[in-house]
């Protein structure tokens, strides 16, 4: 395996199902520590801190219990950076950078379709300071005390990039438009302890979505929401874009994943998808190049998949490197623009596909 594969490879795994695969038990990105003894109390409250992000974690007591997915491994299983990796290769062989193409069996597919269901439906854990469902209402609450876009400096975002009200309306784009009269029916209705939490709140005590007010909902089969991503609307703020705290639990529009045969496009973001349905087009997003997880695979079973990532050298690696992963599962991919009828001329160099379209920034 090359520099450039094993960079691929650890960019696919969720770091949160690797340590849930080795059997820690994370809640809400925040494990005990793996040497108990060398805190008070025996690490009761949680000291290791798991970004699925970055991917990586950390001890904030001991200086040596950090690192990256391989690292964790070696952690838990006492064993070498190459048993590590092996274990690792063992254990989601599909997602090797060059491997043979072939479809994986029915029996993994299943397996996969398993531990993705069993990861929506966690059971809660002692320790949770609230249960699964009460996260999801306080999200779904916070979501509720949102203002449509209409009429907003996010109506005028999103219009610049040619996504109007229809796409709006469907996909129940919110914005913030009193942060302070927010920031305030918040702490009068949920404790700090728990807004925190969820991860609405920094640690300073404010809700962390200040300077990115544009709410996207991560909408299941169903239309609820219990996940969201927040953009910025300045083009000077970095970063653009904010999570809701925690593992991104499926694609942006998972209901396009309806089993059913026909094509699907992969876009990098919230503003690409949403740019492939203002044209009528079914597409499902994900937040970026490394965030693609292996226990999404069984979602798009009985589609073919067009790859629509930026035209930069990072989604051109991205889009080869998922042609391998589809390809082990036996899915068909193309890239956006091969063979295609319809459709605006190629992709510039540096492009995004709301770009090619014509939207502006």
């Known amino acids: 395996m090359t520099d450039e594969e094993l960079k691929q490879f650890k960019a696919s795994l969720s770091i949160t199902a690797v340590a849930q695969a080795l059997g820690i038990e994370v809640v809400r990105g925040k494990c005990k520590c793996f040497y108990p003894q060398r805190h008070v109390h025996g690490d009761r409250t949680p000291s290791v801190s798991i970004s ?13 219990v950090r690192g990256d997915v391989i690292s964790l491994v070696q952690l838990c299983n006492g064993c070498s950076f190459v048993e590590a990796l092996n274990w690792l290769k063992d254990t989601y062989p599909f997602l090797v950078p060059g491997k043979v193409n072939r479809p994986i069996s029915e029996s993994m597919a299943a397996a996969l379709e398993d531990k993705f269901v069993e990861r929506l439906a966690e059971p809660k854990p002692a320790k ?8 999801k209402k306080v999200v779904l609450s916070f979501l509720k005390m949102l203002s449509p876009v209409d009429g907003t400096p996010a109506a005028a975002y999103l219009a610049r990039r040619r996504i109007f009200k229809p796409i709006w309306d469907k ?6 438009t009193d942060y302070d009269g927010l920031n305030r029916r918040l702490k009068e209705t949920y404790s700090m302890e728990v807004l925190q939490y969820v991860g609405l709140f920094n640690d300073k005590g404010n809700l962390r979505y200040y300077k990115h007010p544009l709410i996207f909902p991560y909408l299941d089969s169903q239309m609820r929401a219990s996940h969201f991503q927040a953009r910025a609307l300045e083009r000077s703020t970095e970063p653009k874009e904010l999570h809701l705290r925690g593992t991104v639990p499926f694609p942006y529009n998972v209901s396009a994943l309806n089993q059913k045969m026909g094509w699907i496009y992969l876009c990098e973001g919230v503003v690409d998808t949403l740019t492939m349905l203002q044209q009528n087009i079914d597409a499902v997003g994900i937040p970026g190049v490394r965030s693609f997880k292996a226990d999404w695979v069984p979602l798009f079973k009985n589609k073919n998949v067009v790859l629509c990532l930026d ?8 889009m080869e490197y998922l042609q391998g992963v589809f390809g082990n599962a036996g899915i068909r991919t193309i890239i956006l623009g091969d063979g295609l009828e319809n459709l605006p001329a190629g992709m510039k160099d540096g492009q995004d596909v709301n770009e090619w379209f014509g939207g502006r920034k």
Request: hydrophobic share 30%; net charge negative; glycine share 8%.
């Open 52 to 64: 699925e992000e970055r991917g990586m974690f950390r001890c904030w007591v001991c200086d040596d």
């Open 128 to 135: 949770e300071l609230i249960s699964e469902d009460e996260r």
């Open 171 to 176: 996909m129940l784009l919110r914005t913030i």
């Open 311 to 318: 035209h930069d050298e990072a989604g051109r690696k991205g």
